[in-house]
């Protein structure tokens, strides 16, 4: 489905496969034995991070009119699938930088943009502080305050939980930069821990958790930490458009570790028919096991469907991005849930015995994805958030696109995405 785009001999989708391929040879940084080791012990996976940064991942994190390689979001989910088919720990920890960056893109500045460019080229490590202990979903109640102080700001409050926030030196914060907050009350600043006073910026401890057990899940507490005035991304007082926005990428970049994890399943499933034997004939030779393993492979079809659309309706209506993105978030990775039950079923005491030879990982990855649906706006967020603009879709309401602006044309494998152009975005499908 995909075409590997890059025209220099620069890291691509093939590579990326080939490279993994390589390092998950015994004693290689994605060695299956390594990994479980780390999951074991609640360690980072750091090894396979470093082998990413050495292979060129952070180049796809920045915007190539920054200096990067991000030039094609299905390119950049076709990758983080590839990472989270070997490990979903890895994916969710080094593709956090895409969430953290996102919003400094999206802003379109270039003074916070080639700041940050420079960073993630070297390898930094960002994170997105959106959560706070008593806001969850709710990111009007965010209770992080920012107050001006001279001709910058200081900020206390609490961001929790947080993927990479003890890891990372930088982290893109949402504070509530009006005291009444609503609308226009907040404000995204990037924040670098090594430009703020000692213990005004602390980490939190890392949260024991019940998969992606060795990813960073953290926070960071504020004590009056000062901030230059730099560091505010987008307007003061838009913040919750620009993390809105955001959003709208970032849930669908998030489906790629679904659809990696779904790969990894059927990987394991496909190894099970061919290899398990009952009653004197092969387990593929039993309806049920057919029948399941074909309902597996369909829904994998199915989510990749709405993966890459959603991908490419990113470039070319980014306009109707709030709609799209949202279903993505909420179909796929419930999809995908659905799809390891039945993998899972299937594979019977392999799929639940955590050292069988070759089957450990099901049950792990199993734990790993049980995060997807929940973050960056859980399933049902997303869901709420349809059923509010669904008077707004109902079908006859406005011509159906044609031309270049038909999903037909721009779905065709030869068509050549626009591209990716962040001021289009709306909060609301027009
Ligand atoms: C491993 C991990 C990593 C994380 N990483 C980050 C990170 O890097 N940055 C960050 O900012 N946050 C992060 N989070 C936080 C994550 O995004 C939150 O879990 C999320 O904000 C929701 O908060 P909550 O789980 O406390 O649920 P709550 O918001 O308290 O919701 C409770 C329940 O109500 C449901 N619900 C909420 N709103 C609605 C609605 N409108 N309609 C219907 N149902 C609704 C939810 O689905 C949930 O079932 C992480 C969480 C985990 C577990």
């Known amino acids: 489905m995909l075409r ?16 993994l391929a390589e390092w998950a040879r015994p004693g290689g940084p994605f060695d299956p034995a390594l990994l479980a080791a780390h999951e074991e012990r609640e360690s980072f996976p750091a090894e396979a991070c470093a082998a990413l940064d050495a292979w060129g991942l952070p180049e796809f994190y920045v915007p190539a009119r920054h200096g990067g390689r991000q030039e094609r979001l299905d390119v950049f989910v076709a990758l983080l699938r590839r990472i989270a088919a070997r490990d979903l720990t890895v994916a969710v920890a080094h593709g956090k930088t895409f969430l953290g960056g996102v919003c400094v893109w999206a802003a379109d500045e270039d003074g916070p943009a080639h700041l940050l460019a420079r960073q993630v080229l070297a390898g930094e490590p960002v994170a997105w502080g959106l959560t706070e202990p008593g806001g969850g979903s709710d990111l009007l109640a965010g209770a992080l305050t920012a107050t001006r102080h001279g001709s910058g700001w200081r900020l206390s409050g609490r961001k929790w939980p947080v993927n990479n926030a003890t890891r990372g030196n930088l982290m893109c914060v949402l ?11 907040f404000t995204v ?3 670098d821990r090594r430009a703020t006073l000692a213990g005004t910026v602390r980490p939190l401890p890392k949260m024991p958790t019940h998969g992606i057990r060795g990813a960073d899940i953290s926070g960071l507490e504020f004590d009056d930490a000062r901030l230059p005035a730099h560091a505010v991304v987008g307007p003061v007082g838009g913040g919750l458009e620009l993390v809105l926005k955001s959003l709208q990428l970032t849930r669908i970049v998030c489906v790629s570790l ?7 399943a059927l990987g394991l499933l496909r190894r099970f028919l061919g290899e398990r034997r009952l009653y004197g004939r092969g387990l593929a030779d039993l309806p049920h096991a057919r029948d399941v393993a074909g309902r597996a492979v369909a829904r994998q ?34 999809l995908i849930a659905g799809q390891l039950r039945l993998v899972g079923d299937l594979l019977g005491a392999r799929g639940f015995l955590t050292d069988v030879e070759g089957y450990g990982g099901f049950a792990k990855l199993e734990r790993d994805h049980q995060v997807v649906p929940l973050f960056d706006g859980s399933t049902w967020v997303n869901r709420a ?14 011509p159906a696109p044609a031309g270049a602006d038909s999903p037909a044309r721009w779905l065709r494998e030869d068509s050549e995405p626009d591209p990716l152009d962040t001021r289009r975005l709306r909060l609301m499908a027009p």
Do not use: I, M
């Open 385 to 398: 958030g349809l059923a509010a603009v669904l008077p707004l879709l109902r079908p006859g309401r406005r």
């Open 258 to 264: 679904s659809l990696g994890a779904g790969d990894h």
């Open 301 to 334: 079809f199915l989510a990749e469907s709405v993966a890459h659309t959603a991908a490419l309706a990113a470039h070319h209506v980014p306009e109707q991005l709030s709609v799209v993105s949202a279903v993505t978030k909420a179909f796929v990775p419930s």
């Open 4 to 19: 590997d785009t890059a025209a220099d001999a620069g890291p691509t989708v093939a590579g990326l496969d080939a490279a």
């Open 175 to 185: 504070a509530r930069t009006e005291p009444g907050g609503g609308a226009r009350g």
């Open 189 to 191: 600043f990037l924040l």
